[in-house]
């Protein structure tokens, strides 16, 4: 068995953590039913504990009358005002009714006035609030009538307060920060999904174009035609449905739920050899050359090169009326710079469209930087792209 490194332990504790906040999100019940219990052992020691000689003995009707104002709690989410005026109204009856060992510190009263100010409006909340001002004086005066005392229910009641408080706006930051990422996790699909479509589409209208000259001209080239367009139209299938399996795994696969449907890797630069024969199927002349040491790159930037190379060659095929076009790859220490040049007219009325925009957003959000504009000596149009290779990536398979 091997050994776990600090980080393995803590990636270990933070998905226990999170599987016990799903547990728990999913049974309320049974959570609330185990703080009670818990609760009910911290008030039980003093009755177990030896008493000081000259001291009344804890009776059974006292240990009663303190289960009494446990209770409650286990209905603190459903009506915590209510259950906090339950407990107010037991622990009443306890200092007046009986002569039972005191407690060290108020649980009771602690955990549904953090309850409150957690789940409650704020209206309720500062209810709350002027009631426990009322509240805890009283107490103190019926008990030890000790200034010392009184501070110091106050300071716990506000520190409850405060923690609840604390922890809603925690969950309101995770919410936001999982709706972010949700937005995030959508609009990467979308991208993806646009240059799939814009690509295979843009392919496909060419050959068929293509196809009626061919028919008449050179048969055989039709047929080469007709099943480019079949191939193209079935990658494209393969590729969306892939995307829309990530839409329908949605949060049960986020949370890693037993049984989810394993994602497929996305294209790499392995698989830029079949993408440039299929835009060579077009009629387009593409050479493809590589510099410096060839090395194995994250999956996360082979994805992000491989799919700036096919948004630049759907440009190239859409916009550029262009004859040839040169796809290089230089491997560099520390980068990957993608470049892909054509012989076309580029982007007419400055504006390269969704798809320029799309490679810009993908590079920068691999950190990385992309430019377009003329070729070399002002002929054609160049997609030039920036990705950063962490220095950890080795060279080699």
């Not at 009322?134 to 019926?142: D, E, H, I, N």
């Not at 001209?217 to 892939?242: C, V, Y």
């Given at each position: ?14 998905g226990r953590?999170?599987r ?11 959570v ?15 009755f177990?504990v030896?008493?000081a ?24 989410r459903?009506?915590?005002v ?8 037991a ?5 007046v ?7 060290p ?7 549904i ?10 209206w309720?909340?500062?209810t709350?609030?002027?009631?426990m ?10 008990n030890t ?5 009184l501070t ?19 969950q ?10 949700a ?25 068929a ?7 008449r ?26 995307m829309?399996?990530?839409?329908r ?23 830029l050899p ?11 002349d ?11 790159l994250?999956?996360a ?8 190379v ?21 491997h ?5 710079r ?15 469209g ?9 590079a920068?959000a691999?950190g ?10 002002g ?18 398979t």
């Open positions: 068995m091997g050994i776990r490194g600090p980080g393995g332990l803590r990636a270990d504790v933070r953590r999170e016990a906040r799903v547990w728990g999100a999913a049974n309320p019940w049974a609330d039913v185990g703080i009670a219990l818990l609760v009910q052992a911290a008030m039980t020691m003093p177990v030896p008493r000689p000259g001291l009344e003995p804890a009776t059974w009707a006292a240990y009663g009358l303190t289960t009494l104002t446990v209770l409650p709690l286990v209905w603190r459903r009506a915590p209510a259950v906090l005026l339950a407990i107010m109204a622990s009443a009856l306890y200092k009714a009986v002569e039972g060992p005191g407690q510190l108020p649980y009771t009263g602690l955990v006035v953090y309850t409150i100010a957690l789940l409650s409006s704020p309720k909340r500062l709350t609030a002027g009631l001002l009322v509240a805890v004086p009283v107490s103190v005066w019926l009538q000790s200034v010392r005392e110091f229910s106050l300071f716990v009641f506000a520190a409850a307060y405060v923690f609840g408080r604390l922890q809603d706006a925690r309101r930051a995770h919410l936001i920060e999982a709706e972010r990422a937005a995030r996790e959508r609009a990467r699909i979308a991208r993806e999904m646009h240059d799939i479509l814009s690509h295979a589409v843009s392919l496909m209208i060419v050959q174009e293509a196809g009626p000259v061919a028919v001209a050179a048969p055989e080239r039709a047929e080469a035609a007709f099943e480019a367009i079949s191939e193209t139209g079935r990658e494209a299938m393969t590729q969306l449905r892939q829309l399996g990530l839409l795994e949605g949060s049960e696969s986020a949370a890693g739920a037993a049984g989810a449907p394993p994602r497929e890797p996305q294209p790499d630069l392995a698989a079949e993408l440039l024969a299929r835009v060579r199927s077009s009629g387009l593409v050479s493809y050359t590589t510099e410096g040491g060839v090395r194995a994250p999956a930037t082979g994805a992000h090169a491989y799919r700036i096919q948004e630049a060659l759907t440009n190239v095929v859409k916009h550029a009326a262009a004859r040839t076009v040169e796809v290089r790859l230089a560099a220490d520390g980068a990957l993608v470049t892909v040049t054509d012989d076309g007219r580029g982007p007419q009325g400055g504006s390269g969704h798809g320029l925009v799309g490679i810009r957003e993908r920068a691999h990385g930087s992309a430019t377009t504009g003329p070729g070399p000596g002929r054609g149009f160049e997609v030039r792209a920036l990705l950063p290779v962490p220095r950890t990536a080795e060279a080699g």
